[in-house]
């Protein structure tokens, strides 16, 4: 299994395209079950999950666990993954004020 994480301070009212830029397993080597889990400094933050072309979720709130996430406490979804697949993890920030993103991404050979 891998494991990729992120943490970023968003500006007021950006998006941040995707997350995963650059990591390791941005894009899948072999089929594989991808888990992510979020949590946010404070309300307002929005996560949209991708997986090739499959939309996991679509511009949801983070929970505001000021911390980084704990599994299985702050998973938010799964999805299957095929090799080639690009993962992209956006991040909104919607409030008036910065907030901190941490983000936790497993991805386990299927």
Excluded: C, H
């Excluded at 301070?9 to 079950?33: H, M, P």
């Excluded at 991808?34 to 499959?54: C, F, N, W, Y």
């Excluded at 910065?98 to 991805?107: G, I, N, P």
Aim: aromatic fraction near 4%; charge should be negative; proline fraction near 5%.
């Amino acid at each position: 299994m891998s494991v990729m994480t992120d943490t970023q301070s968003i500006a007021a009212n950006t998006t941040i395209a995707n997350v995963l830029s650059g990591k390791s397993k941005e894009f899948i080597q072999e089929a594989s079950v991808v888990t992510v889990s979020a949590t946010g400094s404070g309300p307002g933050l929005m996560i949209t999950l991708i997986i090739g072309e499959e939309v996991v979720i679509d511009d949801q709130d983070v929970g505001p666990g000021n911390r980084f996430p704990i599994v299985p406490d702050d998973v938010l979804a799964q999805g299957g993954a095929f090799p080639g697949d690009r993962v992209v993890v956006r991040m909104r920030n919607r409030t008036a004020g910065a907030l901190t993103s941490w983000v936790r991404v497993d991805v386990e050979p299927a």
